[in-house]
């Protein structure tokens, strides 16, 4: 049922996702770019995808949404309901190596 998702992030996967199968256009994901620098920035005469530090993306149904797990995201639902959904993350095959590092087997 309808419940606010608090803002998270997923710090031990590469990507996420989320799929809403059949959802009406009343549900949204918003995201919050902590990364960008918290010193002086340029004005911004118009807001987007690349320049701001905050954006709600409005679903349309049967798509899926890959962003990177370290990216803070929430559900924002405006009508109260039943929110149907499928969320993944994607972690990496292999080897990863560092050269300040042991190597680390997944």
Not at 30 to 51: A, C, H, M, Y
Request: proline letters at 8%; hydrophobic letters at 35%.
């Amino acid at each position: 049922r309808y419940e606010p998702l608090q803002l998270h992030y997923h710090p031990n996967a590469w990507f996420s996702g989320v799929y809403y199968p059949d959802q009406k256009n009343d549900l949204k994901i918003e995201f919050q770019d902590e990364q960008r620098p918290l010193t002086i920035l340029p004005k911004v005469k118009k807001f987007n995808t690349l320049n701001c530090s905050k954006w709600i993306y409005e679903f349309e149904p049967k798509t899926v949404v890959l962003f990177p797990s370290t990216l803070r995201h929430a559900a924002v639902q405006d009508i109260p309901g039943i929110r149907k959904s499928i969320s993944f993350n994607i972690f990496p095959r292999g080897e990863v190596d560092d050269c300040f590092a042991n190597k680390l087997y997944l």
